[in-house]
């Protein structure tokens, strides 16, 4: 069954980082919307009298999702780019279509004994939104471990970073780790690693029969790590993946 599209109303727009905002929208007719945390919402929107198509996961941080009324998606602009342009400097109060939920970057049921989430950018949208989820498990199984690998070019790119590392503080079984790929800032933190998220797979030292691996994000640091993860007899069982591919139309 085709997922209904409804008319979306953008409500709130704030920037991140330079070149990324979030932006946050509600239904037209005020309804609910429903997904579960890790999925993507398809957005249309018109650029240049052409009907453009982009996708774009759920980023907000929702406790109650059965009464959820908004979306909120992080956008990072990329140049000559048509959903850049517009949501750039689309303005609270103007309409978008979307249709959605879709994908399965989602969280089992069942916990393994730790989740490995890894992104690149606007990729940590997905376990943003999965937090709440996250705690939840973590208190009702304080043996759970979680650890978040966040690649950015630099620490000025890091998004939600300041999230990230209050949790590290409130749960022992919580670590993040900030990959810089460009530029280390002059006294980094504990957090602050420099290089590509790579340079933190040895260290984390996966393990096929225990580990949960996630990645989302740029096409390629998905490719190479699943190849790095599949040697290590990583399986779609436990070897998740959403790419941020580009769309050709
Ligand atoms: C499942 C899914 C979820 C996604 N979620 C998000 C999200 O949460 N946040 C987000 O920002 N994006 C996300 N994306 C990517 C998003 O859908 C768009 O592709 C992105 O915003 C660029 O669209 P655009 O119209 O601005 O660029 P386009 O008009 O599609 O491309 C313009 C030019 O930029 C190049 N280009 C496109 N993207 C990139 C890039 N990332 N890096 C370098 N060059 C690029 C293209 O090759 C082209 O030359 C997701 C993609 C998928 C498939």
Same mark, same amino acid.
């Given at each position: 069954?085709?997922?209904?599209?409804?008319?979306?109303?953008?409500?709130?727009?704030?920037?991140?980082?330079?070149?990324?905002?979030? #932006?946050?929208?509600? *239904? &037209?007719?005020?309804?609910? =919307?429903?997904?579960? !945390?890790?999925?993507?919402? %398809?957005?249309? $929107?018109?650029?240049?009298?052409?009907?453009?198509?982009?996708?774009?996961?759920?980023?907000?941080?929702?406790?109650? #999702?059965?009464?959820? *009324? &908004?979306?909120?998606?992080? =956008?990072?602009?990329? !140049?000559?780019?048509?959903? %850049?342009?517009? $949501?750039?400097?689309?303005?609270?109060?103007?309409?978008?279509?979307?249709?959605?939920?879709?994908?399965?970057?989602? #969280?089992?049921?069942?916990?393994?004994?730790?989740?490995?989430?890894?992104?690149?950018?606007?990729?940590?949208?997905?376990?943003?939104?999965?937090?709440?989820?996250?705690?939840?498990?973590?208190?009702?199984?304080?043996?759970?471990?979680?650890?978040?690998?966040?690649?950015?070019?630099?620490?000025?790119?890091?998004?939600?970073?300041?999230?990230?590392?209050?949790?590290?503080?409130?749960?022992?079984?919580?670590?993040?780790?900030?990959?810089?790929?460009?530029?280390?800032?002059?006294?980094?933190?504990?957090?602050?690693?420099?290089?590509?998220?790579?340079?933190?797979?040895?260290?984390?030292?996966?393990?096929?029969?225990?580990?949960?691996?996630?990645?989302?994000?740029?096409?390629?640091?998905?490719?190479?790590?699943?190849?790095?993860?599949?040697?290590?007899?990583?399986?779609?069982?436990?070897?998740?993946?959403?790419?941020?591919?580009?769309?050709?139309?």
């Amino acid at each position: 069954m085709p997922s209904p599209r409804h008319t979306v109303i953008l409500m709130k727009k704030r920037t991140l980082a330079p070149g990324t905002v979030e #932006l946050t929208y509600q *239904r &037209e007719d005020d309804g609910v =919307i429903s997904y579960l !945390p890790g999925q993507f919402f %398809s957005l249309d $929107f018109k650029y240049k009298g052409e009907e453009k198509s982009r996708s774009y996961s759920a980023v907000g941080r929702v406790d109650d #999702l059965r009464n959820n *009324r &908004e979306f909120s998606f992080a =956008i990072t602009a990329v !140049p000559n780019g048509a959903a %850049s342009e517009y $949501f750039m400097n689309t303005k609270p109060g103007e309409s978008a279509k979307m249709s959605g939920p879709f994908g399965a970057l989602t #969280l089992p049921r069942t916990d393994p004994e730790r989740y490995i989430f890894i992104a690149t950018g606007t990729g940590v949208a997905p376990y943003r939104a999965m937090l709440p989820d996250l705690e939840r498990r973590m208190q009702q199984n304080t043996d759970l471990q979680i650890s978040l690998v966040m690649g950015v070019r630099t620490p000025e790119e890091l998004i939600y970073g300041d999230e990230f590392i209050a949790l590290e503080k409130e749960y022992a079984n919580f670590s993040f780790h900030a990959c810089y790929s460009r530029k280390m800032p002059a006294s980094p933190a504990g957090h602050e690693k420099p290089g590509r998220v790579n340079v933190m797979f040895e260290a984390l030292k996966p393990d096929s029969a225990k580990d949960m691996v996630y990645l989302c994000g740029n096409p390629s640091m998905v490719d190479d790590s699943v190849t790095w993860f599949t040697e290590l007899e990583f399986t779609a069982k436990n070897l998740k993946r959403e790419k941020y591919k580009f769309s050709t139309f």
